[in-house]
């Protein structure tokens, strides 16, 4: 179980990737139709994201299979990310800007995958756009939040993102990443800080025990 919180987000991460067959909901999404308040709110989201450099927090993951977990979230855009889950949960996972990396430090083993391959590549790359690459599901308001909701453009059938903000201020609050099987993950931020300062250290994964030969490998 402890491994299960954390490869749920993996998974999910994974789903969008691979073609999975779509659920019943997700078929029945078309992209939208913007409105003019809809294209403004989401060049709003796109200067706000883009104006985030660094960024620490807590996070909540909860999926719909019931699974919950709590840890650490590093973020050090463009391309880095960190999630480290709070103990005994044994998982560690690491965007170094090339690959995202799942590790189990108790097995010493690890999985990869290409980083623009993952859901999350548009809020990492250096100059954040919600249309490109993307198609627009939905633009979501409701008292005092704001959500949008994405899917990528040339696998329009493996999954949706959908990202939720406080409004006015403007702040992400959570994420959900919905796979192609309809599991559905969600991540909260808790109590977020932004412009800290981070070791880029923290990034490099090639001295964990049984990752750096799948490096060396890569």
Same mark, same amino acid.
């Given at each position: 179980?402890?491994?299960?919180?954390?490869?749920?987000?993996?998974?999910?991460?994974?789903?969008?990737?691979?073609?999975?067959?779509?659920?019943?909901?997700?078929?029945?999404?078309?992209?939208?139709?913007?409105?003019?308040?809809?294209?403004?709110?989401?060049? #709003?989201?796109?200067?706000?994201?883009? #104006?985030?450099?660094?960024?620490?927090? #807590?996070?909540?993951?909860?999926?719909?299979?019931?699974?919950?977990?709590?840890?650490?979230?590093?973020?050090?855009?463009?391309?880095?990310?960190?999630?480290?889950?709070?103990?005994?949960?044994?998982?560690?996972?690491?965007?170094?800007?090339?690959?995202?990396?799942?590790?189990?430090?108790?097995?010493?083993?690890?999985?990869?995958?290409?980083?623009?391959?993952?859901?999350?590549? @548009?809020?990492?790359?250096?100059?954040?756009?919600?249309?490109?690459?993307?198609?627009?599901?939905?633009?979501?308001?409701?008292?005092?939040?704001?959500?949008? #909701?994405?899917?990528?453009?040339?696998?329009?059938?493996?999954?949706?993102?959908?990202?939720?903000?406080?409004?006015?201020?403007?702040?992400?609050?959570?994420?959900?990443?919905?796979?192609?099987?309809? $599991?559905?993950?969600?991540?909260?931020?808790?109590?977020?800080? @932004?412009? $800290?300062?981070?070791?880029?250290?923290?990034?490099?994964?090639?001295?964990?025990?049984?990752?750096?030969?799948?490096?060396?490998?890569?």
């Amino acid at each position: 179980m402890r491994r299960y919180v954390a490869a749920a987000l993996f998974g999910s991460i994974l789903a969008l990737g691979s073609g999975a067959a779509p659920s019943l909901a997700q078929q029945r999404d078309q992209v939208a139709a913007l409105t003019t308040q809809d294209s403004a709110d989401i060049a #709003r989201v796109e200067d706000y994201l883009n #104006r985030i450099d660094t960024m620490e927090t #807590r996070f909540v993951q909860v999926s719909s299979n019931g699974s919950y977990a709590e840890g650490t979230l590093t973020l050090d855009r463009p391309s880095r990310l960190r999630f480290d889950y709070d103990e005994p949960n044994p998982i560690l996972m690491i965007a170094d800007g090339y690959v995202f990396l799942y590790y189990d430090r108790e097995l010493e083993q690890a999985s990869q995958i290409p980083l623009w391959e993952t859901p999350l590549w @548009f809020l990492l790359r250096e100059k954040v756009s919600l249309r490109n690459g993307l198609e627009i599901l939905g633009v979501d308001r409701g008292p005092g939040t704001l959500t949008i #909701r994405a899917r990528q453009q040339d696998a329009p059938d493996q999954g949706q993102v959908a990202l939720v903000f406080s409004d006015r201020p403007l702040q992400l609050l959570r994420w959900e990443i919905v796979d192609g099987r309809g $599991v559905a993950t969600q991540v909260a931020l808790v109590a977020p800080r @932004f412009g $800290v300062a981070v070791d880029r250290d923290i990034f490099n994964w090639s001295d964990l025990p049984g990752a750096g030969l799948q490096q060396r490998n890569h």
